[in-house]
């Protein structure tokens, strides 16, 4: 399966290390993040990736080229401006195969993808979101509540102070069928999740998949920090 990551983010809050780099360059244990996260998605069997580049994205493809170096081929979409993670997939549409994992390039979330893959497939939802449910580990703020029976995500709303019934939080990965993207439209900025998950959860079309282990971001400082330490303490086997 095709992996779309999502890598056009500034890091405004990593300032300076992303003063002359894009946020999934900041180097991680002698790495840029964005060559954990490829090496992740191809011990899992994933092989074709497209990269939705912005901010400095020339940068990217200068370290990563065709992909030839780890086994992978690698394409690019860049966006001339700031256009949100609906817009940067919506100009996308061409190159996205009929069904993709879609990641975002400062997230890092170890599971087993070829068992999140057969359980899309076993649903057959349009899209599926892998959720966490141990908040205190990754400071997240839970904003998904769940129909166990159904298999369904119920509701999704970001904010800090939701109800007790959100007890889960989107642990930024999906599986996403391409006739989805249609349904983002062309204007632009655009939120992939503030227009398609509403829309998604009315039809009941938006499966989960549990992850049993947390995921990491590099959002702000603190996180990369505690990315590396797990990195470098497993030696990535996160």
């Avoid at 919506?90 to 069904?99: Q, S």
């Amino acid at each position: 399966m095709q992996a779309v990551v999502l890598v056009g983010g500034k890091g405004e809050r990593l300032k300076p290390l992303t003063n002359n780099i894009p946020k999934p360059m900041v180097e991680v244990a002698g790495k840029p993040f964005l060559e954990h996260l490829l090496i992740l998605l191809k011990k899992n069997g994933i092989s074709k990736f497209l990269f939705l580049a912005g901010y400095l994205g020339h940068i990217i493809k200068d370290y990563f080229g065709n992909g030839n170096k780890w086994d992978v081929g690698i394409e690019y979409s860049f966006e001339n401006k700031p256009i949100g993670t609906g817009g940067a997939l919506y100009l996308a549409k061409e190159k996205l195969n009929e069904t993709f994992f879609l990641l975002f390039g400062d997230s890092y979330l170890p599971i087993n993808y070829r068992q999140m893959a057969s359980e899309y497939m076993k649903h057959n939802k349009k899209v599926m979101l892998a959720v966490y449910d141990n908040v205190e580990d990754t400071d997240v703020p839970p904003n998904i509540v769940l129909d166990e029976t159904l298999k369904i995500i119920l509701a999704y709303k970001k904010g800090k102070n939701n109800p007790p019934a959100f007890n889960y939080c989107d642990a930024g990965v999906l599986i996403v069928k391409r006739d989805v993207v249609k349904l983002i439209g062309d204007k632009t900025p655009i939120s992939f999740e503030e227009v398609i998950y509403p829309r998604l959860i009315t039809e009941k079309e938006l499966g989960y998949y549990i992850s049993e282990c947390r995921f990491y971001d590099i959002g702000i400082i603190e996180r990369l920090k505690s990315f590396e330490l797990a990195y470098i303490l497993k030696n990535e086997k996160i």
